[in-house]
T-cell receptor, first 115, second 114 residues
Framework: AQKVTQAQTEISVVEKEDVTLDCVYETRDTTYYLFWYKQPPSGELVFLIRRNSFDEQNEISGRYSWNFQKSTSSFNFTITASQVVDSAVYFCALSGRTNAGKSTFGDGTTLTVKP | KAGVTQTPRYLIKTRGQQVTLSCSPISGHRSVSWYQQTPGQGLQFLFEYFSETQRNKGNFPGRFSGRQFSNSRSEMNVSTLELGDSALYLC?????????????FGPGTRLTVT
């Protein structure tokens, strides 16, 4: 069985602070994929990034960066110099080699960025 | 490219009634999945369809069903509604069944059962 744990239920920061959202996963698959999605107040989940189990290279995209570590089964997400528009619920998700549509989602972390 | 569309956006139903929700995937996407989102349970997988066949099903009672049409559009049906069915129902489409495909989500249908 697959499991995704996002231990941080809610995080509140002041604009321009850096913030890291934690994601820990469990799977018995040797091939798997990890995702981060953002759900703004409008409700529509937006895909942010995908990582496969064979690629532990960290990635940076603007103010966003992701740290994937198989040794600790973690896929953490850092927002640098946070902005009010970053306020949203962030979900980490896990899928196996097939059937991306059956992804297992964490419970989400609600990030509030205050001006 | 148009995104995933879901209709209706809001629904209010009475306990015991049934409801049908519709989802149109992104053009060219053949896999459609449905999720139920509630404050207490988070995002729960309902089912996934590909080529008009249900490929996976989550842990939901038989009152929840769905289907996919030849144009990849999908519907889900909930019969004998219960108060606990009140939720945001999200549809997501992806290119095919490959595990590495990201999902594109629609805005959801918010169902309220009274």
């Amino acid at each position: 069985a697959q499991k995704v744990t996002q231990a941080q239920t809610e995080i509140s920061v002041v604009e321009k602070e850096d913030v890291t959202l934690d994601c820990v996963y469990e799977t018995r698959d040797t091939t798997y994929y990890l995702f981060w999605y953002k759900q703004p107040p409008s409700g529509e989940l937006v895909f942010l990034i995908r990582r496969n189990s064979f690629d532990e290279q960290n990635e940076i995209s603007g103010r966003y960066s992701w740290n994937f570590q198989k040794s600790t089964s973690s896929f953490n997400f850092t927002i640098t110099a946070s902005q009010v528009v970053d306020s949203a619920v962030y979900f980490c998700a896990l899928s196996g080699r097939t059937n991306a549509g059956k992804s297992t989602f964490g419970d989400g972390t609600t990030l509030t960025v205050k001006p | 490219k148009a995104g995933v569309t879901q209709t209706p956006r809001y629904l209010i139903k009475t306990r015991g009634q049934q409801v049908t929700l519709s989802c149109s995937p992104i053009s060219g996407h053949r896999s459609v999945s449905w999720y139920q989102q509630t404050p207490g349970q988070g995002l729960q997988f309902l089912f996934e369809y590909f080529s008009e066949t249900q490929r996976n099903k989550g842990n939901f009672p038989g009152r929840f069903s769905g289907r996919q049409f030849s144009n990849s559009r999908s519907e889900m049906n909930v019969s004998t509604l219960e108060l606990g069915d009140s939720a945001l129902y999200l549809c997501a489409s992806s290119l095919d069944l490959a595990g590495g495909n990201e999902q594109y989500f629609g805005p959801g249908t918010r169902l309220t059962v009274t």
